[in-house]
């Protein structure tokens, strides 16, 4: 075993080398065509570096430029140029802030602190120098220098949209110490320079929530929901945004009366409805209020009668609170007005068949099938609910159980993903005279498709006949089906199910049918050293280097 290895060890090496002499070969053929590539990429370079010598600023020049040399092993060539640019032009703040950038992308802060202090002191009208300054200060966490360069970047009068990246930064730097008058002016001053933009708001607001200052971002957000009076989505999502916070704030009453007037104007069972529902519960969930849920819905219910909605979520929080007698009583009331609604319906079923009243279970899923017939997640339910009926005998519920699935398979006889899931269902609860009926089914239905023959086998296999899974598995590469490709695949199959001879003469079978195919030759081999066949193995492992070699 040991010479084995080193027989594979050879061949690994072998292998290698005649894939490296493809590659020098695929240079000779594609070297000019990828000289030409470099040579574009480096052109593109040169012009993204031009435009930053002009307005040094982070964005796509400079994340290419500097890709570029990364990707291609030459960052200390950067640098040097960089530094270069420094020493031949002093003055020259814009050479400065690049520099700062390009080493701020390094993470060497203290040099990119000195080159940016540098820039901001030779350029008094550019803010760039300052705010970039200001954010690095941060990430080292000297907030109060940090405020100051912002400070400066400000008073330097940058255009509008710095102007608001910058104002952003400080307010969440004083948000940060806790400087609430300072942190108010910018917001502010935010506010001032972008009147009833909405855009701009949500940035503050958010900013607030973040940094936990919820009294404040609760002002914006009620704010948004007013300038968003016809946009109906945007209204329900700054209410729901305010009616969060004041949860956080304790303010639960409050939040509740705002969850209550949206459902009043949105009155549906839309998504955005049922939503605002989600959120009500979740204010009572979150402190296992169920009583307090159920008195909300009741409340609700009396206010809206034929809100069936409502119907459902009352019974939920009923069951939560063990009152499931009142549940049943509410859901049936219900249904004998309106008798067509599934989702009520379900909901007394599992109540249902928790009391074990499975006559009565029999008899509801009946009205199911007969307003939504054949339904595939009803039938394959009301089988699944007969089975747990213990007043039967065993055999008896999987006759029953059968005769239930077997509708489907009635009203699509000849549909594959119908026979397979009917299948399926009866052959994870032993019902196995008819699961096996129907695999066969869907076998003669498509004859020349494996994944058929592989369901039938691995029921079998699952069922403990081994010898009845081989022979059927085999089917799959029998006749015409007899290819390399599908006497691979079989293989596969047989090793994963744990059958390793049969495997081995289905993979040594297709190799003989594909002798030039290296990864059947070396499967074979892999499966042969596995199974320490080792004569056999250093037999098959001749025949893959003498396959490397002569390619």
Not at 68 to 78: A, C, F, N, R, S
Not at 295 to 319: C, E, F, G, I, Q
Not at 389 to 417: C, F, G, H
Not at 502 to 522: G, I
């Amino acid at each position: 075993m040991i010479n084995l290895l080193h027989h594979l060890k050879r061949h690994s090496f072998v292998f290698c080398a005649a894939f490296i002499l493809v590659i020098v070969a695929a240079f000779h053929i594609f070297g000019d065509e990828t000289a030409d590539a470099e040579k574009r990429e480096l052109i593109a370079v040169e012009r993204f570096w031009s435009i930053l010598e002009r307005n040094p600023r982070r964005g796509t020049s400079l994340d290419r430029v500097y890709g570029y040399y990364v990707d291609t092993g030459q960052i200390e060539k950067l640098i040097e140029k960089s530094t270069k640019r420094t020493l031949a032009s002093p003055e020259n703040a814009k050479v400065w802030l690049l520099h700062g950038l390009i080493l701020v992308r390094r993470n060497d802060e203290l040099a990119a602190i000195e080159a940016l202090q540098k820039s901001e002191s030779l350029d008094a009208n550019d803010a760039m120098s300052s705010f970039y300054l200001g954010e690095l200060l941060i990430s080292q966490g000297r907030l109060r220098d940090a405020a100051e360069a912002l400070e400066r970047a400000l008073s330097r009068k940058p255009a509008k949209n710095d102007a608001l990246a910058i104002l952003q930064t400080l307010g969440r730097v004083y948000e940060r110490f806790d400087d609430k008058e300072n942190s108010a002016k910018i917001w502010e001053k935010m506010e001032e320079m972008f009147p009833d933009d909405a855009g701009i708001l949500v940035r503050i607001a958010e900013t607030l929530e973040e940094e936990g200052k919820f009294d404040e971002a609760l002002l914006r957000y009620e704010k948004l929901a007013k300038l968003a009076k016809t946009q109906n989505y945007a209204r329900v999502r700054f209410t729901l945004a305010a009616a969060d916070i004041k949860i956080r704030l304790g303010r639960k009453q409050e939040a509740i009366e705002d969850f209550e007037k949206l459902l009043e104007e949105l009155a549906g069972d839309g998504w955005l409805a049922d939503s605002v529902r989600d959120r009500v519960e979740r204010v009572f969930v979150r402190q296992a209020d169920y009583a307090g849920l159920a008195s909300y819905d009741r409340k609700r219910l009396a206010a809206h009668p034929n809100d069936l909605n409502t119907v459902h979520r009352l019974a939920v929080a009923l069951v939560r609170l063990s009152r499931t007698d009142e549940a049943k009583e509410l859901l049936q009331k219900t249904l004998e007005k309106a008798p067509s609604n599934v989702k009520l319906r379900l909901a007394l079923i599992d109540l249902l068949v928790n009391d074990r009243n499975f006559d009565e279970v029999e008899r509801q899923y009946a009205i199911i099938d007969e307003q939504d017939q054949n339904n595939p997640d009803h039938i394959s339910q009301w089988g699944l609910a007969v089975l747990e009926n213990r007043q039967l005998d065993e055999e008896s519920r999987k006759t029953r159980a059968a005769e239930i699935w077997l509708r489907l398979v009635k009203a699509r006889p000849n549909d594959l993903a119908t026979l397979v899931m009917v299948a399926d269902l009866m052959a994870g609860k032993r019902i196995d005279a008819e699961a096996e009926e129907l695999y066969q089914r869907a076998v003669e239905l498509a004859p020349n498709d494996p994944t058929y023959r592989e369901y039938l086998g691995f029921f079998y296999h699952r069922s403990g006949r081994n010898d009845k899974a081989v022979t059927t598995l085999q089917t799959i590469a029998e006749g015409e089906r007899r290819t390399a490709a599908n006497l691979s695949q079989l293989s596969n199959i047989l090793h994963g199910l744990g059958y390793i001879k049969d495997s081995l003469e289905a993979v040594e079978e297709a190799a003989k049918l594909a002798p030039q195919d290296f990864a059947l030759q070396l499967r074979c081999c892999e499966l042969l050293s596995e199974n320490n066949w080792s004569d056999e193995a250093k037999r098959q492992l001749a025949v893959v280097q003498q396959l490397v070699e002569t390619d």
